[in-house]
């Protein structure tokens, strides 16, 4: 009798235990998931980067067409300022000798050496002139001034000029004839630096290229 006593006693007893240690491990599983750091999805990774990289390169290709679209839209109206820059210089240059083509022709036409030289000294005054010189009608020369002798073959009328030829020139020429009663008597050269405009021309299009370079990152930053 005392050991049925004792036999229920020790059976309440080891369900107790098993039910505490059963309510412990659920409780020490439901603490583990709770803080246990949830996997990352790896399935949507390589979604994200492939669209993230189609996005890039979709932008470098915007930023290149439209800055090779700015640049050649600039490079267009530099060539075109540059050769309207040239004729007008080339207009200029021609009125100022014919004026100073009529002051000429007395001289000229007597072979009076020294009144050229006076007359021609005048004309040293022009922005940019490098060299002058006065040539009767049977070759002989009269007159001259600036370093001539280091421009013969180099300068050209851009009439006659081909867009590089014309880029690539240093010097502008120009011949004016003199006249005397109808008569041409002798022939004016004149020749003008134009490097500068040639330089105004490379300044603008990098300043072109810089803006629309530097508009382009801005915008691919954003």
Excluded at 69 to 82: H, I, L, Q
Excluded at 101 to 127: C, E, F, K, W
Excluded at 143 to 162: F, H, Q, V, Y
Excluded at 171 to 188: A, F, H, N, Y
Aim: charged share 20%; with cysteine; net charge positive.
């Amino acid at each position: 009798m005392g050991n049925c006593k004792v036999s229920k006693v020790w059976r309440k007893n080891s369900n107790k235990l098993n039910i505490l240690d059963f309510t412990h491990v659920r409780a020490a599983a439901v603490w583990a998931s709770m803080t246990k750091a949830p996997a990352p999805d790896n399935s949507t990774l390589p979604r994200a980067m492939g669209w993230h990289s189609i996005r890039v390169r979709l932008s470098l290709m915007v930023a290149l067409v439209v800055l090779c679209a700015v640049m050649a839209t600039a490079v267009f109206s530099g060539v075109r300022t540059f050769e309207r820059d040239v004729d007008t210089r080339r207009e200029l240059l021609a009125g100022m000798g014919s004026a100073y083509a009529a002051a000429l022709s007395d001289p000229v036409a007597a072979g009076d050496r020294r009144a050229t030289s006076q007359v021609l000294r005048g004309i040293a005054s022009i922005p940019g002139l490098v060299q002058s010189d006065v040539t009767a009608s049977d070759g002989t020369r009269l007159a001259d001034m600036g370093s001539g002798t280091l421009l013969i073959g180099r300068d050209g009328d851009p009439s006659a000029m081909s867009l590089s030829e014309m880029w690539s020139a240093k010097t502008l020429r120009t011949e004016v004839p003199i006249v005397e009663s109808g008569v041409v008597v002798g022939q004016l050269a004149m020749t003008q630096d134009i490097s500068d405009l040639r330089a105004a021309v490379i300044s603008s299009l990098t300043m072109t290229a810089l803006s629309a370079l530097l508009a382009v990152l801005a915008a691919m930053a954003v």
